[in-house]
Structure formats: structure tokens, C-alpha cells
């Protein structure tokens, strides 16, 4: 038996050595393997942290075996054009936007629209970095493309506009003009065709271009009455909106939509802008405006990605500038907590007709105060009025200048801004103060509670070292504003929340 196990043994002890001696190849290269990954184990600690590869490094290696051409795109990049661009989808009534970013790091152009801005130019509103325009030399040019073979491109070079003031931050808003010199529109035949951006970094040691395209005409869709015919208006006033953000209070919408509605009247629109303010309580308030055809709200959340200025506030209201740039007559910009108004022997049609001669007017501020209220209905009656209707203190502490906000005839626009444009053609008008006025409650609409913390029953009153007046010209307007929504809309807004 013992000599039976030393047999098979040995037996077992030949078939390893054969097993070995068959695979010594591969057994090398696995035990040369392993010396490989053990000796960069030990290695990696003491190599500096600053080593690294990017993608940039790629690229400046790659370009090193590039012919040396110059960087601009050729017609080849046509090629990846799409035949049309896709609608924004509109849900609940809610036309939903988006945003597409465009190069590396922080983006070279972010596009939110193209328009066209006549016969022959177009607009296209973004962002971009704004150390590379701080620190850099960045420039765009505009490639019309025909969707008919047998016409030939049109180039020219974009006209950038930088619309912040400086205000932007990892972002600033740009809106390029693309202007043809053509004798003729482009586009004549109403064939179709694309409009491409050119956005070109200018970086002295690795100068990239972007190819975007931003804007799609199919054939037979543009009507060209439109940017011939001055006459040709959907509305006589249209109101854009900044970016609303933080949670509003509906009552406090419910409030401005209404006066508004009824002080422009029939022929004027609102469009707002959905940065995350409106919240599904505020859109309750929006929703028979919004049925009726009234309002329209754009979702803009997509941009919180690329930060900006105040939620990006500049490109969004240079994209409702040239979005209904051939759609109203004017077009006001202010916000939500700010009231228009004027004088009772006056309307907003006759207003308009007198200032018809200039292309832009600003307006003058009257600030109330959001914090005290007046009682002179009671209390109880006090606390089931509208906001402006018991927030009737003005403030009147004398300072160098207050915040103005402004009108225009956008036609005659090429971008806008926050406070007023610097960029149109035409007059500004300065002082229209005894033709109109609008009345800022300021902090009211961030509010969801009851504002009335002070009640007070006088003329005048100092309040936190601040004197105030008593100024009842909003308030005076609150029935009138109430009997138009109940005609309008009927009840379905009573029972709004704060």
C-alpha cells in the first residue's frame, strides 16, 4: 500500500513539471506582468501631483501632425446641419426651453435662440465666457447655407454685443448681429436654409472654432410682410419679464396680473419667465390668463447650469426682445413687484401716442414701502384688502437717483438691458415722469404671509429712521382691478393664498 502512494507520487509530481515546462512561456510573461504593476506601485508616490494628462494635451499633440491650415470651418461642416430645427415642446400650456452648450470647459458660446431680424440680418442671443471676452479676443462670423445645392453660401462677419455691463460672471450674455450685404433678402425664393454660428476663441497659441448651428428656415416659412409691413402688429403693448425665481406669493401675482391686464387692455401680452418662482401655486394663479391667451410662460430653469447674472436675466430678456421683436408696437420691461401708472385724465394709448417719436423712454420710480400698511378701513377690513391696495406708504428720503425702468419700440433694437438699452436706433426721452410712473413694492413678492406688520393711520410717519407719506394713487385703482378679473375670469381666484 505504501508503495502504491510513493508511486503515484511521483506520478503526480511529473504531470506539474510537464504542466510547467509546456506553459514556461506564459508563465513569464504573467510573473513579467506582475513586476511591471508592482514596481509602478512603488513608483507612484513620488511622482509630483502637478503630472497630468488632458484632453487639451491630446489635442495640442494631434494638432502637432495637423497640415497647417487656418482653423475656420469649410463646407464640410454643413454636412452635420439637421434639415429643421425642432419646436420647443409646449406642455400645460408651457412652452419649455432649453439650452445647449457648445465647446469645453466653460462653454465657448451657450445658445438659447436665433431670429431673424429682417430681410437680410438676424439675432442670436447666448452666452459665453466671460474671462475669454475679458481676457481674449473672441469673434463670430455668420454662414447663411441654402438648403437648394445650386445656391451658394453667404458669409459675413457677426457684430457682437455685450448686453450686462459688466455684471456677468462665469458667464456674460452676447447677442451677435448677423447682417448680410446683400442687395437682395436672404433667402429670397423662400427656399429655406440654415443660419450657422462661427464662434472662434481667439486664443493667440490654440485658436478653435465652433460651427453652431442656431437657426433653421424649411421652405415657404418666412413671411416676409412681416419685417416690410411697420403696420403688421399682433399686440400694442407686450410686457417681458425677468427671470422669476425664489417662492413667490400668488396672491401677490394674482394682484399684478390683473392691474396689468387692464391697464394695458385686450391688445397686450405678458410673458414671463420660470427661473423656479413659478411654483404650482403661483401657476393656479397664471392659468385662466394663461387660457385665455393673456400670458405666456417660458421654462427657463435649464439655464441655472451656466451661471450668470440674476439667473441669466440679460439673455432672457434679449431673447423676448427679438422673439416678439415684429410682434408689439411696445414693449415694457419691468418686474413683478413694480406697478405701472398714469395720470387719471390720461390712458396708456394716448401716453404712447405722445412719445411716439422716440424709440426708447425710461420711467420714474415712486418706492413704497412693503413693510407698513395703512388702516384707515379698520383693521379687520385692512387685512382682506389687496397688497396695494393697504401698502400705501411712499417713501420720500431724498437720494442722488433711483432705479428707472423703460419702454421701447423694439423694431428699432438691437439689444437690450436690465434698466434701458444702449444699443437701438432713435431718441431716448428722459422725462416722462408727469406721463407715467411705476410704484415698487419692493421685497413684497418674495413674501408668502400677510405683509401688514405696522399698521398706521397717518399722513405722515418715520419708520426706522425713513419717512414715508401716505400715497394713495395704487390704491385708488384696487376695486376697478378687482371688478375686471371677476369679469374676466370669474371666481376661480378667491380663495389665493398669500
Excluded at 325 to 354: G, H, L, N, Q
Excluded at 394 to 415: I, M, S
Excluded at 477 to 490: C, N, P, Q, S
Aim: with cysteine; aromatic share 12%.
Amino acid at each position: 500500500m505504501a508503495k502504491e502512494r510513493d508511486h503515484h507520487s511521483n506520478k503526480d509530481k511529473k504531470l506539474l513539471v510537464g504542466v510547467i515546462w509546456n506553459f514556461s512561456t506564459e508563465l513569464k510573461l504573467i510573473f513579467m506582468a506582475l513586476l511591471v504593476i508592482f514596481t509602478l506601485a512603488t513608483l507612484l508616490p513620488f511622482i509630483p501631483s502637478s503630472f497630468s494628462l488632458s484632453a487639451s494635451d491630446f489635442r495640442f499633440c494631434i494638432s502637432r501632425f495637423s497640415p497647417a491650415v487656418p482653423v475656420n470651418i469649410t463646407s464640410t461642416a454643413v454636412n452635420v446641419i439637421p434639415e429643421k430645427t425642432t419646436e420647443p415642446e409646449i406642455v400645460n400650456g408651457v412652452i419649455k426651453r432649453t439650452f445647449t452648450g457648445h465647446g469645453s470647459a466653460a462653454y465657448n458660446f451657450v445658445t438659447m435662440s436665433a431670429y431673424r431680424g429682417g430681410v437680410n440680418s438676424f439675432a442670436v442671443i447666448g452666452l459665453s465666457s466671460k474671462p475669454l471676452h475679458v481676457y481674449g479676443h473672441p469673434s463670430y462670423r455668420c454662414e447663411w447655407v441654402p438648403l437648394d445645392p445650386t445656391q451658394d453660401p453667404v458669409s459675413t462677419t457677426g457684430f457682437k454685443i455685450l448686453t450686462d455691463w459688466g455684471y456677468g460672471r462665469i458667464y456674460t450674455t452676447v447677442v451677435v448681429n448677423c447682417t448680410f450685404p446683400t442687395t437682395s433678402a436672404v433667402n429670397p425664393q423662400n427656399s429655406g436654409g440654415s443660419l450657422i454660428l462661427h464662434a472662434t476663441t481667439g486664443d493667440p497659441s490654440l485658436n478653435l472654432t465652433d460651427s453652431i448651428p442656431v437657426l433653421t428656415e424649411s421652405p415657404n416659412s418666412v413671411d416676409f410682410d412681416l419685417y416690410t409691413s411697420p403696420e403688421k402688429k399682433k399686440y400694442d403693448y407686450l410686457y417681458c419679464g425677468s427671470s422669476l425665481y425664489g417662492n413667490l406669493s400668488p396672491q401677490r401675482v394674482r394682484e399684478w396680473i390683473a392691474y396689468h391686464a387692464r391697464f394695458f387692455g385686450d391688445r397686450s401680452h405678458f410673458v414671463l419667465h420660470d427661473a423656479g418662482g413659478i411654483h404650482g401655486d403661483v401657476f393656479e394663479v397664471l392659468r385662466p390668463w394663461i387660457e385665455l391667451g393673456r400670458v405666456t410662460v417660458h421654462d427657463i430653469r435649464d439655464q441655472e447650469r451656466f451661471d450668470g447674472y440674476y439667473h441669466n436675466q440679460f439673455m432672457v430678456v434679449n431673447d423676448c426682445l427679438h422673439r416678439y421683436r415684429f410682434k408689439a408696437k411696445w414693449m415694457f420691461f419691468f418686474d413683478v413687484d413694480e406697478f405701472m401708472y398714469v395720470p387719471e385724465k390720461e390712458t396708456i394709448k394716448s401716453v404712447m401716442e405722445s412719445l411716439e417719436e422716440y424709440s426708447q423712454f425710461t420711467i420714474e420710480q415712486m418706492p413704497m414701502s412693503s413693510k407698513i400698511c395703512y388702516s384707515g378701513d379698520g383693521p379687520a377690513r385692512t387685512y382682506r384688502k389687496w397688497g396695494f391696495e393697504k401698502m400705501a406708504y411712499r417713501d420720500v428720503k431724498k437720494v442722488p437717483r433711483r432705479d428707472r425702468k423703460y419702454a421701447v419700440q423694439p423694431q428699432n433694437v438691437f439689444a437690450t438691458g436690465v434698466h434701458m438699452s444702449q444699443n437701438l436706433q432713435g431718441k431716448t426721452y428722459h422725462k416722462a415722469e408727469s406721463k407715467i410712473r411705476y410704484f415698487h413694492y419692493h421685497g413684497s413678492i418674495s413674501q408668502r404671509r400677510e405683509p401688514c406688520r405696522h399698521l398706521f393711520n397717518d399722513s405722515r410717519v418715520v419708520f426706522e429712521n425713513n419717512p414715508y407719506v401716505l400715497d394713495t394713487t395704487i390704491r385708488d385703482v384696487g376695486l376697478a382691478a378687482k371688478m375686471f378679473e371677476m369679469r374676466t375670469i370669474g371666481d376661480r381666484l378667491l380663495r389665493t393664498r398669500q
